[in-house]
T-cell receptor, first 110, second 112 residues
Framework: DAKTTQPPSMDCAEGRAANLPCNHS???????VYWYRQIHSQGPQYIIH???NNETNEMASLIITEDRKSSTLILPHATLRDTAVYYC???????????FGSGTQLTVLP | DTGVSQDPRHKITKRGQNVTFRCDPI?????LYWYRQTLGQGPEFLTY????????KSRLLSDRFSAERPKGSFSTLEIQRTEQGDSAMYLC??????????FGDGTRLSIL
């Protein structure tokens, strides 16, 4: 079973920041927070991951709370192409599979 | 980095037929994974290879399903005697040890 809770849907205006929350209150000390997104009819796309510290790459920023019980994925300037289902996944590095929940359907509005 | 490639992208077959899908991982990735995704759901894990060894299989992988990765490079997933419930998107992913999994765009299977 997925160890994360995400809102089922969110809207964001084009050009604005999209902030996608994720709760993972049972996360263990050696588990990472991973974010993927899935655009319709495509496979999941890796976005970013982190353990304790905030992370940033060319796609997004990941903010993890100090107690690690929740995190936020930030898309700084959302575009229409960012419309997708976003999955927050807790993953321990030696585990084989990723366990996907239902994710958040982000719709970027013009 | 050409990404994970899956073939075919779409497969339509009659119930009872056998089907085989192919996955070509990112070349330096030694880990390969198969997932299944039904409409409106997130992907579900099926099986995992490290090099040519199949190290883990999900309960979802019934006896009609078999996966191989003969030389530790590409992999095939075969479904024998297909059933209506096998209709789904079959996704392949690959990774380096400890690295993020990178997915292909899947094979969509439709059973008539």
């Amino acid at each position: 079973d997925a160890k994360t809770t995400q809102p089922p849907s969110m809207d964001c205006a084009e050009g604005r920041a999209a902030n996608l929350p994720c709760n993972h209150s049972t996360i263990s000390g050696n588990e990472y927070v991973y974010w993927y997104r899935q655009i319709h009819s495509q496979g999941p796309q890796y976005i970013i991951h982190g353990l304790k510290n905030n992370e940033t790459n060319e796609m997004a920023s990941l903010i993890i709370t100090e107690d690690r019980k929740s995190s936020t994925l930030i898309l700084p300037h959302a575009t229409l192409r960012d419309t997708a289902v976003y999955y927050c996944i807790v993953w321990e590095g030696s585990a084989r599979q990723l366990t996907f929940g239902s994710g958040t359907q982000l719709t970027v509005l013009p | 980095d050409t990404g994970v490639s899956q073939d075919p992208r779409h497969k339509i077959t009659k119930r009872g037929q056998n089907v085989t899908f192919r996955c070509d991982p990112i070349s330096e990735h030694n880990r390969l994974y198969w997932y299944r995704q039904t409409l409106g759901q997130g992907p579900e894990f099926l099986t995992y290879f490290q090099n040519e060894a199949q190290l883990e299989k999900s309960r979802l992988l019934s006896d009609r399903f078999s996966a191989e990765r003969p030389k530790g490079s590409f992999s095939t997933l075969e479904i024998q005697r297909t059933e209506q419930g096998d209709s789904a998107m079959y996704l392949c992913a690959s990774s380096r040890m400890g690295g993020p999994q990178h997915f292909g765009d899947g094979t969509r299977l439709s059973i008539l």
